[in-house]
């Protein structure tokens, strides 16, 4: 269980991952944009297991359903990264002696994500699901993704880490 | 790390009936949604944060913008003076091309030209491409007099449309989002037509005469709305640069290059007040 400072550092970051998201990352030029909040959530969730990645995802996600300029429903983003931290999480516990699986799971995790989204605006009618369009985004999520990887997973660790011992896999 | 698996698993269902339930709601209402002034609400709490973000990494997205593309340097909001004033000529010129009568065309020339008043706004941030929505956010808001509907345009012509606002912010629709259709007129023909985004520069326009004659080349400008909202009319939108072979289908097609690249938006003006005030006059039947 996280103390309530661990937690408020863990509310604070995503707030800024958020923020430097859709402030900084979606102005950047090429094909896609890398979703540094996708990375965080899924970091969280490899670190610190099931809970913390499920509702991480699904505060992160809520934010972005909020902040301007968000323009669709509600709950998209807060549905899908909620999803996709409780299955990276429980794909890092499942292939814990896998070597990088941090990596293979956010692999996974960039590649899916883009996808359920898509999937999900179709189901709820949103007229501006596009699934051709995502597909042709997902090579360049995957690479921004495992750039992003080495990087946020080991400093997100540092963050959530609770024993100075504890040997981050 | 799984322990409790079994709470945890009642956690995830939760958290994620949550958000259906919250995605279908609102997805439902789209406009008369419940959720609406929460969104006000975030964006009120959050605005400085995302204005100190974005304040802080200019440095970062201006260098990177400026590796990417030419000119767009400082000074934009004196560039943007320049050429609204261009564009005032631009409209005045375009207007006078219109095939109508003399009477009508004097009043529609009378208030329409010129004197648009703008409030000029920064891009502070854009949603994300995998969310297919084309919308940006910028630092002026209700506050500054911004209100729903109000047309936003840069030196170069339309770039969207107001959808919400907060005291501070405001999120804008581009004109190359899907969900965004403008009325427009064909330049030289005056003809009417929709234009609809496809999520990048091409925008694709659906004529409603099927045999309304358009050319590569051709420039639409906004048909306009009542009041000016939500488009002002005679604004630049767009080039044709292909048009679509007519194939047994109702209305002609063509693909339209937006005049406003919309990963590049970055100064912009919010359209507030438009000239005409005055009640337009009816005219009896016959008139020439």
Same mark, same amino acid.
């Given at each position: ?169 | ?9 009642? *956690? ?213 709305? *009542? ?55 009816? *005219? ?5």
């Amino acid at each position: 269980m996280m103390t309530y400072g661990r937690i408020t550092a863990v509310a604070v970051t995503l707030v800024l991952v958020v923020a430097v998201q859709l402030s900084v990352l979606t102005r950047l030029p090429g094909p896609g944009t890398p979703d540094l909040v996708l990375v965080v959530v899924v970091a969280l969730a490899v670190a610190k297991g099931v809970r913390v990645g499920v509702i991480s995802g699904f505060s992160a996600g809520l934010l972005l359903d909020v902040l301007p300029p968000a323009d669709h429903a509600l709950g998209h983003w807060a549905f899908v990264l909620c999803l996709i931290g409780g299955i990276a999480a429980v794909a890092a516990h499942e292939l814990q002696d896998v070597p990088f699986a941090p990596l293979l799971v956010l692999g996974s995790a960039a590649l899916l994500a883009p996808v359920l989204f898509a999937l999900l605006g179709a189901l709820v009618g949103d007229p501006r699901s596009q699934l051709v369009a995502t597909l042709k985004v997902l090579p360049a999520e995957l690479v921004y993704a495992l750039l992003l990887g080495p990087f946020v997973v080991p400093l997100v660790g540092r963050l959530v880490r609770e024993r100075r011992n504890e040997v981050f896999r | 790390m799984i322990r409790d698996s079994k709470g945890n698993r009642i *956690l995830l269902a939760s958290l994620l009936a949550i958000a259906f339930v919250l995605l279908t709601v609102d997805a439902r209402a789209g406009d008369s949604s419940p959720f609406g002034p929460l969104r006000g609400l975030g964006s009120a709490i959050f605005a400085p944060v995302q204005r100190t973000v974005e304040f802080l990494a200019r440095p970062i997205t201006g260098t990177v913008s400026a590796l990417g593309r030419v000119g767009e340097h400082e000074a934009e909001i004196e560039r943007l003076r320049e050429e609204n004033g261009e564009l005032r000529t631009k409209l005045s010129e375009i207007q006078s091309e219109r095939d109508v009568s003399t009477q009508l065309s004097g009043l529609l020339t009378a208030a329409t030209r010129g004197s648009y008043r703008i409030v000029p706004a920064r891009v502070i941030a854009m949603g994300p491409e995998q969310g297919f929505s084309r919308t940006v956010a910028v630092d002026s808001g209700s506050r500054d007099g911004i209100h729903r509907g109000m047309s936003v345009v840069t030196g170069a012509g339309l770039a969207g449309r107001v959808v919400s606002t907060g005291p501070h912010t405001a999120t804008v629709l581009l004109i190359a989002d899907p969900v965004s259709s403008v009325g427009v007129r064909v330049g030289d023909s005056g003809e009417v037509g929709t234009v609809t985004g496809g999520g990048g520069d091409l925008l694709r326009l659906q004529m409603f005469d099927p045999h309304a004659p358009v050319a590569k080349g051709d420039v639409l400008v906004t048909f306009g709305s *009542l009041g000016g909202r939500p488009y002002v009319a005679g604004v630049p939108v767009g080039e044709v640069v292909q048009v679509n072979p007519l194939r047994g289908g109702l209305t002609r097609t063509a693909m339209v290059r937006a005049l406003v690249d919309p990963t590049a938006v970055d100064v912009v003006g919010i359209v507030v007040e438009t000239a005409r005030t005055e009640v337009r006059p009816t *005219l009896p039947a016959g008139t020439g």
